[in-house]
């Protein structure tokens, strides 16, 4: 069983550069969303798409942050021109629509470190 | 999502039953209880939801207060791997919402 993976798991950077993570669903989960989790807080939603579909986006999610899924299966997630303060874990979760238990299954997580 | 309130922290002995409260007094009549754990450095992990019935897995148990305004997550008998932070979510059932994370309950399993 391969749950969701996430790469990289950490990725440290300058203040100014661009970073991209990506995000594998479980394969047969057509739900992917995008969190952010700061130290001592919990995750905050950021965006979530139904296949290819992305269909809510948080207002975190400033013009700097944009999300894809190109074909419905992988996604990714770039951030452009760094700042320190994004600096954080960012989780990806998956689920099945059609079997909408509430569950989701979350990935490790990247965290970025921007210095 | 209704909001929900939780201790910040607990301590519970291991091997002792460890019992989580959690408040969501504005709860609609729609909306289910989930609860997540989050171990360090991992992301969250899905342990249970329920209605209004009490609810059992092999994870935990749930249980709802009659008029739903708070549900208690009870670990039969922690071990120092149940050290997470507990998080107590309501949300509707079906149809797409997203999950919202509050911050939690820390809970600390003491050998």
């Known amino acids: 069983d391969t749950g969701v993976s996430q790469d990289p798991r950490h990725k440290i950077t300058k203040r100014g550069q661009n970073v991209t993570f990506r995000c594998d669903p479980i394969?047969?989960?057509?739900?992917l969303y995008w969190y952010r989790q700061t130290l001592g807080q919990g995750p905050e939603f950021l965006t979530y798409?139904?296949?290819?579909?992305?269909?809510?986006k948080s207002r975190l999610l400033s013009d700097r942050f944009s999300a894809e899924r190109p074909k419905g299966s992988f996604s990714t997630l770039e951030i452009q021109r760094t700042e320190q303060g994004d600096s954080a874990m960012y989780l990806c979760?998956?689920?099945?629509?059609?079997?909408?238990?509430?569950?989701?299954?979350f990935g490790e997580g990247s965290r970025l470190t921007v210095l | 999502d209704a909001k929900t309130t939780q201790p910040t922290s607990m301590d519970c002995a291991e091997g002792r039953a460890a019992n989580l409260p959690c408040n969501h007094s504005?709860?609609?009549?729609?909306?289910?209880v989930y609860w997540y754990r989050q171990i360090h450095s991992q992301g969250p992990q899905y342990i249970i939801h329920?209605?209004?019935n009490n609810e059992t897995n092999e994870m935990a148990s749930l249980i709802i207060t009659e008029d739903r305004k708070s549900s208690t997550l009870i670990l039969p008998h922690a071990t120092l791997r149940d050290t997470a932070v507990y998080y107590c979510?309501?949300?509707?059932?079906?149809?797409?919402?997203?999950?919202?994370f509050g911050t939690g309950t820390k809970l600390q399993v003491i050998p």
């Open positions: 504005t709860i609609s009549g729609n909306e289910y």
């Open positions: 979760a998956s689920s099945r629509g059609d079997l909408n238990t509430g569950e989701l299954f």
């Open positions: 979510i309501v949300r509707d059932y079906g149809g797409y919402q997203k999950v919202t």
């Open positions: 798409f139904q296949n290819e579909a992305q269909l809510e």
């Open positions: 329920g209605l209004k």
């Open positions: 394969s047969e989960h057509n739900r």
